[in-house]
């Protein structure tokens, strides 16, 4: 059989350059399937540079990772009902972690797998594929929403379409935050409903229940909270590994006459700006914009029970928005100064330590010395700079809740 054979001549070759691995049962036949299957001229120096450079059996993540690099896109099916006759080939992992690729022969049209290291058999029946999970490779820049002609068509940049595919765990993100804000406003309820029942009737009968169903939403409350921490950990990470890695594939492809007109240091200060969308997705800024849901529930809580007196924190909201809106001009261009000044430090440091032995050589301790003090002084003072207007923010936001925290109070215990 030619694909048979094809294959057999491809992963010969693949095992020979990953002599580390050689003896050890991978799923380098697999990645050899997709890529003979595709019927792409792949230069075999490509098709080795995919591969992982650490010298362990190929698994099923490092095999979507290899075919990634090669410009497969890969698309997570639910069930075999959407494997049609025809369609692209589809990894299959069991939930043991044994994977199976299923394929349309070129030949007869028929479906068939291949497994690691078994042979190629026909696919009579889709009982034996339950239970796992479906990954469905294309070479469509239709399909990629990173390609030029998909970002032609929804107009969206790069890094907006990477973001894309975040949507479902963005969807779970945006449900566990009204959770958590369905659950922080529990508290509240249950103490009226103490006051209803046990204070002004003086039972204790249902104190028990109420003080159970206040434990319990605690623990619902933290555990929200922690699995919504870990989803934003998870993004961030995933972000940066997938601009970092992207970048610096883009750097590696420049011709070298154009990337060594740039220096080093600039090429590696570009490298970490991302460092900054890190930064806020996992600092409490994300948090707060993931709070507004809470705050709503909350005010929407406060006029279904007291009616006027919601009108206390929405000004106080009103007024926030106001502080956010003064400060935010000046917040942009502190960052922007840090930042700065930030990349000046970065490189001087690299460039110093180039340069050491010429700088000792030459005797100019001294000026690189005073260099480094001046930089390190404007870095610092322009980070301290930014640090005031966020304290300032702060202390003007502490100020505005805690006058809004006791009107509320005070004009509460004079309803009642």
């Not at 750097?251 to 220096?263: G, M, N, Q, V």
Request: hydrophobic share 50%.
């Amino acid at each position: 059989m030619r694909l048979r054979a094809a294959i057999e001549r491809l992963e010969a070759l693949v095992r020979r350059s990953r002599s580390g691995v050689a003896g050890e049962a991978g799923l380098e036949r697999l990645f050899c399937t997709v890529c003979v299957l595709s019927a792409a001229d792949f230069p075999l120096r490509q098709i080795l540079a995919a591969l992982p450079a650490h010298e362990t059996a190929l698994d099923a993540d490092g095999l979507l990772s290899a075919l990634g690099h090669l410009g497969f896109h890969a698309s997570r099916q639910r069930g075999h009902a959407s494997l049609p006759v025809g369609a692209g080939p589809t990894l299959f992992v069991a939930p043991n972690g044994e994977a199976v690729l299923i394929f349309s022969c070129p030949d007869s049209g028929r479906l068939k797998k291949i497994s690691g290291d078994g042979e190629i058999e026909d696919v009579d029946s889709w009982r034996p594929f339950k239970g796992g999970t479906f990954w469905r490779f294309s070479r469509e820049d239709e399909t990629d929403p990173l390609s030029k002609i998909r970002r032609g068509h929804t107009g969206h940049s790069w890094f907006r379409a990477l973001t894309s595919k975040f949507d479902r765990i963005g969807l779970g993100l945006l449900i566990t935050s009204l959770a958590v804000a369905g659950t922080s406003v529990l508290l509240p309820l249950f103490t009226i409903q103490i006051y209803v029942h046990v204070i002004s009737l003086g039972s204790l009968t249902p104190l028990p229940y109420f003080v159970l169903g206040m434990m319990l939403a605690i623990v619902l409350e933290a555990l929200l909270l922690a699995q919504r921490t870990r989803i934003l950990a998870w993004i961030a990470n995933r972000l940066e590994f997938l601009v970092s890695t992207a970048s610096f594939e883009r750097l590696l492809k420049i011709r070298p006459t154009i990337s060594e007109r740039a220096a080093v240091t600039d090429q590696a200060a570009r490298l970490r700006t991302l460092e900054n969308v890190r930064e806020f997705i996992t600092g409490p800024a994300a948090t707060s914009l993931l709070e507004v849901l809470a705050s709503f529930a909350s005010l929407a809580i406060i006029a279904l029970l007291a009616g006027w007196l919601a009108l206390i924190p929405f000004i106080g909201i009103c007024m926030h928005l106001g502080l956010f809106l003064l400060l935010r001009r000046r917040a942009r261009v502190m960052t922007s100064i840090a930042a700065e000044e930030s990349t000046e430090m970065q490189r001087i440091t690299i460039e110093m330590l180039e340069k050491r032995d010429a700088i000792c050589q030459a005797g100019l301790q001294h000026l690189w010395s005073q260099r480094l003090v001046r930089g390190a002084r404007r870095q610092q003072t322009a980070q301290m700079s930014l640090r005031l207007v966020g304290a300032m923010g702060e202390a003007f936001s502490t100020f505005i809740l805690t006058v809004a925290t006791i009107l509320l109070l005070a004009s509460g215990v004079e309803a009642v």
